[in-house]
């Protein structure tokens, strides 16, 4: 993708002072990214602005929930010339599918990027006694 | 004042695996990914303008940040590595991008003074003014 756009900010006129009051902090879907091997499923979901600490990965029966919370970044006695996005909580369900070892999965967090590894579960292989007479 | 807000005001459910490629193919086109990149937030204040925009999976060597004539441009360039052997059930994340904003500066900046972070794929550009351009208090002498 290559886009290229041009804003203008820093208005010649003066703008009306609007404080930046936030009431409660909004829920965002992040996007994501579900990519299955051979070997397991990964989800890797964009969570800019989020603290390891602050992420929460829950598995409940066959469904997974992803939580980031935020903290709001606002600025004090400033004035907003270009607002294309907002900064929230982040928060996304998603079900899995059978043959899921949850126990196993594993979680990393790198430049906003949260990568979750699921393995798939090993097949159960049941060996079969032959008895000889 | 510009406002936008994008795909990921939707709560909730998605499911996950098992889902058949025709999804796939239709979802190449999800709300997620927006026309353009990256969104921005800009805030003034009494000494500097604040620019800040999310770039996930960015490192600071993927980005340039430069002034001229009172413009500021932000570029970038990333190119995620294709998995082989893989299945996509969802891809709604930007793989490779290459980007490039200009914002137009009408106040002066202090050029010397720029300074830009990149903390958790979000980046953080502070444009001081220049001393000409801040508010100044006049001084009224009683008679």
Known sequence: ??????????????????PQVRTEVPTYRPNVDIVESAHDFTIIADVPGARPDAIDVTVEGKVLSLKAAIAARSRPNSRAHISEYGVGNYERTFRLGEGVDVDNLA?????????????????????IAVKTN | MLTRRMSRVFPETSLMPQMSELMDAVLG???????????LN?????????????????????????????????????????????????????????????LRLATPIDADRIEAS????????????????????IQIKHG
């Open chain 1, 1 to 18: 993708m290559n886009s290229t756009t041009k804003d203008t900010c820093s208005p010649t006129e003066t703008q009306v002072e609007r």
């Open chain 1, 107 to 127: 979680a990393t967090l790198k430049d906003g990027v949260l990568t979750l590894r699921i393995p798939k579960a090993e097949p159960e292989r049941r060996k």
């Open chain 2, 29 to 39: 086109a999800a709300p997620g990914v927006q026309a353009v990149f990256p969104p």
């Open chain 2, 42 to 102: 800009v805030t003034e204040d009494e000494h500097a303008f604040h620019v800040e925009a999310e770039l996930p999976g960015f490192a600071m060597q993927d980005i340039d940040i430069s002034l001229l004539n009172g413009e500021l441009t932000i570029s970038g360039r990333k190119t995620e590595q294709e998995q082989k052997d893989v299945n996509y059930h969802r891809r709604e994340r930007l793989s490779s991008t290459e980007f490039k904003r200009v």
């Open chain 2, 118 to 137: 990149l903390e958790r794929g979000v980046l953080t550009v502070t444009l001081p003014k220049a001393e000409e351009a801040k508010p100044r208090r």
